[in-house]
């Protein structure tokens, strides 16, 4: 239990004589002595007063797709530093520039690239706003989903296509590398071709039609490492795709 109060004397100087009193401290009265370190002064950090900010002009609706979103926080005298994360709905992070538009307010611009739900992540001082994460859905308007191109709808078999050619079985660096998909029995369809490495997407990717739906493709690598090709009659991949291949 402690009923003993004295006075707690911060050292300005070497010399007692320049000692003042700048609080009290709670003594208990079996114990004679406390031991202080005479030139350490802990300072406690300002508080984010986290309530007192204000988040203006966020939409409670659903915004269009690549429209950009303007909102403000108004800080209310609240001083500290501010950031910003926005999250896809892919959970991808970005952290966002802010714009001071005036000592008490603070200007952000968002642009939702893709349909879904985003979170808003506010935070001052380090410390999260009130509400935050905040929730912000994205949609594809009618205007945006009459002007996508779609793809028309084909009458094809991707089983019975055949392919042959030593770029399916090996890859040489810095070679022409070649295959042949020979789609001649599988009706029509449009054949995409991706290759993808240890430094991600292959540039130099080549599609020629030789007529009749058959084709050759040609590709060429500079990285070693293992490769995946994948190669699609359409929307479905054509047998054996993808093919998982390394480098010689």
């Not at 915004?63 to 108004?74: G, L, P, R, S």
């Not at 090996?170 to 991706?194: C, M, T």
Request: hydrophobic fraction near 35%.
């Amino acid at each position: 239990m402690f009923k003993v109060s004295q006075d707690i004397y911060l050292n300005a100087s070497d010399s007692a004589n320049h000692s003042k009193v700048f609080g009290k401290y709670q003594k208990a009265p079996d114990d004679d002595t406390y031991k202080l370190n005479e030139n350490s002064v802990f300072v406690s950090p300002e508080l984010t007063e986290v309530d007192k900010i204000q988040i203006l002009h966020f939409p409670e609706d659903a915004v269009a797709v690549n429209e950009f979103v303007d909102f403000v926080i108004k800080r209310n005298g609240v001083r500290g530093n501010f950031e910003v994360k926005f999250e896809t709905p892919s959970g991808i992070v970005t952290k966002i520039p802010l714009i001071n538009l005036d000592p008490e307010r603070i200007g952000v611009r968002l642009n939702p690239a893709f349909e879904g739900l985003y979170k808003v992540h506010i935070t001052c001082n380090t410390v999260k706003l009130m509400g935050s994460p905040y929730f912000l859905v994205a949609q594809i308007t009618n205007e945006e989903a009459g002007n996508q191109t779609k793809l028309p709808t084909f009458q094809s078999d991707p089983t019975k296509i055949t392919h042959r050619g030593e770029g399916l079985q090996r890859i040489v660096l810095n070679e022409k590398n070649e295959f042949i998909v020979d789609a001649s029995s599988a009706g029509n369809n449009i054949l995409l071709v991706g290759i993808c490495g240890p430094k991600g997407q292959c540039d130099e990717v080549s599609i020629k039609h030789m007529g009749r739906n058959v084709y050759d493709v040609t590709y060429r690598v500079q990285d070693p490492g293992q490769y995946v090709i994948a190669a699609k009659w359409g929307e479905d991949h054509i047998p054996g795709s993808p093919f998982t291949l390394g480098t010689l």
